[in-house]
Nanobody, 125 residues
Framework: VQLQASGGGLVQAGGSLRLSCVAS????????MGWFRQAPGKEREFVAT????????NHADSVKGRFTISRDNAKNTVYLQMNSLKPEDTAVYYC???????????????????WGQGTQVTVSS
């Protein structure tokens, strides 16, 4: 499956952005989807993940209450709504797909099989 992320940009602290990730070449509803981010000089870190149906989600503590992951299987798209953005949210954001048949919503990037190209989010203070 190929993943194409978009929606990044430059925003002031306290602002909002919505990232989108469109999947093609596979059966989108079979994949657990996740968002990760990587800031300069830092390791890639988990942001949020969502089950195949969209009924279950998990968010990193650093974004809980501010970010929301969702998906629309009819549109082969996963979203990340980001509100109350902070300068420390600045990073390249990646969407990823986990083809594992299990139910666990993994937070480990190594367990995801497919990755998008990333979209830059910059939050100014």
């Amino acid at each position: 499956v190929q993943l194409q992320a978009s929606g990044g940009g430059l925003v002031q602290a306290g602002g909002s952005l919505r990232l989108s990730c469109v999947a093609s070449g596979g059966t989108f509803g079979r994949y657990i989807m996740g968002w990760f981010r990587q800031a300069p000089g830092k390791e890639r870190e988990f942001v949020a993940t969502i089950s195949r149906s969209g009924g279950s989600t998990n968010h990193a503590d650093s974004v809980k209450g501010r970010f929301t992951i969702s998906r629309d299987n009819a549109k082969n798209t996963v979203y990340l709504q980001m509100n109350s953005l902070k300068p420390e949210d600045t990073a390249v954001y990646y969407c990823a797909a986990d083809r594992n048949l299990g139910m666990a919503l993994t937070t480990a990037p190594d367990l995801y099989d497919y990755w998008g190209q990333g979209t830059q989010v910059t939050v100014s203070s």
